[in-house]
């Protein structure tokens, strides 16, 4: 029997795109079939391929953003930021913002962190900032 | 394809209904519209009931609510079935409730939106919305709908150099029409000195997701919406004679990327553009045919930028619109007479529902004094589910 | 009036307080609200004011309602020392108010807030004017905060940033009944301020006049129906 023994280990964030086997698309979040080319996606690897994962970080475009009071209940902050990247290799993705005053249209960098603390669960997203 | 008359609307007050039951006010709305229709001994003759609803399952602890409202408001026999499409659940009621007298399966269609979200905190309500989210890509992060109305209206003041004092001119002109609607959830006008120019205005008028202040956005809001549908072919519109029927002319939807980043341009809002499309061709009608419209605008950035997107002004000239007053009641097409989602409120399932509900009024000539458009033909509303991932768009006119 | 030797035994000693200086707000309707400290022989048309929300159980006015209520009546007949309140009015109608009192030099005690007319954030606008009075204008070191209601837990912790009383005073109990008690520091108060606290003094005297009498709302959102019955 395979255990993923890597479900046990701390946790380390880390966000993945997803790469079409068959056409080599990149796609975040991970769909179900390739825009592209239709090929199907399995999760569990099973009865279709589950795609070769691609650890989507590094540097990134700010396309919008906005400084969000409105927070959910489980998030006891007064405010978070959030914005809206492209990276280099064109996939675009929403995440926490860590920019205090963003301008549109400047450079960043996307590193995974640990993003929400969902009880059992700590969950890794992009957290975009200035570089170095 | 046969058609149908909208004939019985039925209504609401929307605010904080809390202490209410959600099926109750559900069929508070439901009886109001039996009773605009002349049918409450005739109910009987109703053979479908669709009810819109997002958040009784998580929010109310209430399942199979349509059924519970067939029986709550004695309609038994009629079928009934839950439409659940996010906040654009209401007018995707109508369209299903339309199909099925399209297709021959039902003559006389009740359709009622209800939500009831004030019975937990605004914290609680604003995580529920958030769940029609990405939950990976969106959810996850904590960005709520707020957010994605923050980020799109600064993208567009950015893009069309729009500014704070003209898109506060729309929330002026909701709160007006909605001062004067007896059903509104706000019922105090705003002013633009109070809301923008005072010393004290970034203060009572508090930022919410930057640039969105509080008086930019829709409060949450309770309450519920009927109409009441009858093929226009079917023997039973004997029964409809009090009030004017008014067409159902059109009606279309159309859906666009769950994410907001897999949008080429964030700012194109392609599931209303096509929507309003399908709905104009179902019509046979074009823009420049609409007296009056309601659009959803849950943050007022909305109306503007669906305004555009159902043809009536190019893209980033609504500005201009609203500065000049065009969309205002005694403009010559006036935008939201209901007050909008921004004043009359946004009870989620309602929404659509209640759009609905005021085109009919419009177009009956019903609506209450210095909020009737003058000799109105056509009416369209926009119900905007997701963020613009889910678009209704319907078109009714005086026969 | 001459106050016998068992009352004077009765009312606790009191600090002089600085008076709070009167300003106003153009609210988001555009109506002008003064804010304006309140003296102790105007307790009749406060408790006018405050009495008909003593039945509404909706959204926790009952109890802060028969609270406040309490408050002023103990203001009012010297049993509380240290207090003030302060109301918004709007033309003279009263609109909201504000209790709280110093316990020392040093630290305030937030009471209650109480908003009768709704939808126009002037119970955030009264309960700034309350940190304002207590900080800046007496010039304490801190104020002690609980809440009676979900969502004002929540503004008071998450908008305000306070402090947990917990950490710095072991066991403190605020006077409300002694629940987690909050606490609002000068220097968290300097970080929120210019989101929190607004308004312009003086206050011109044809609206300051305004406020001089002030009058019990005639109409209540909270009950619906309602009419004050003027004699």
Known sequence: MDIDFSQYEPFKPVVYAVKCPKCGTLDYPAPMICKNCGERRDPSGAIFSAWEKVPLDGKCKLLGWTKLYALPEGIEKKYLLFGVVEFENGLRAIGRLLVEEPKTGMELVSTAGLVREIPGEDVAGFIFDIAG | MRKAAIVGIGHTVFGNLSDYDLVDVMSFASTNALDDAGIRENRKIIDQVLVANMGGGIINHQTGIASSLVSRIDLEPAMAELVENGPASGASAVKLGYSLIASGMADVVMVTGGELMRAVTGWVATDFVATLLHPEAEYNYGITLPGFGGIFTRMYMERYG?????????????????????????????????????????????????????????????????????????????????????????????????????????????????????????????????????????????????????????????????????????????????????????????????????????????????????????????????????????????? | MIIDEMEKKLRPPEIALKPYPAKMITLANGEVMVVREVHRNEAAVLLETISPLIGVKKDFYDIVAARMYAEVLGWHLYRVANEFVLVGAINGEIVGLVTSRCVDENIGMSLHTLTVKRGLRIGAQLFAAKMEHHLELLEQKEVWIVAESPNGFKRFLIEYELDSAEDRYPGVQHELGGVPTCILTRTLYDAVREQKVTGTRPVPAEILGTADVLKAPGEYPQIPGYKRSRK
């Open chain 2, 162 to 399: 729009l500014t704070e004092e003209e898109l506060s001119l729309v929330a002026v002109k909701d709160h007006e029409n909605g001062s004067k609607n007896p059903w509104a959830h706000v019922e105090t006008i705003c002013t633009i000195e109070g809301i923008c120019n005072s010393p004290d205005a970034k203060v009572v008028n508090n930022m919410v997701a930057d640039p969105l202040r509080m008086y930019h956005m829709c409060p949450v809001s309770d309450g519920a919406a009927t109409v009441i549908l009858c093929a226009l072919d079917s023997p039973k519109m004997k029964y409809f004679k009090e009030k004017e029927p008014i067409l159902l002319n059109g009606i279309g939807s159309a859906t666009d990327t769950h994410c907001l980043h897999h949008r080429k341009d964030p700012l194109e809002l392609t599931a209303v553009r096509l929507s309003a499309e399908r709905a104009y061709k179902m019509a046979g009608l074009k823009p420049e045919d609409i007296s009056f419209a309601e659009l959803h605008d849950a943050f007022i950035i909305l109306e503007l930028a669906i305004s555009e997107e159902v043809g009536f002004f190019k893209r980033g000239k609504a500005r201009e619109a609203i500065v000049k007053g065009i969309t205002r009641i005694n403009g010559s097409l006036p935008i939201n007479t209901s007050g909008g989602l921004k004043a009359k409120g946004h009870p989620l399932g309602a929404t659509g529902v209640s759009q609905i509900y005021e085109l009919v009024k419009q177009l009956r000539g019903e609506a209450e004094k210095g909020r009737q458009v003058k000799n109105p033909k056509h009416g369209l509303s926009v119900n905007f589910g997701g963020f613009g991932n889910n678009v209704v768009t319907t078109i009714c006119s005086k026969e």
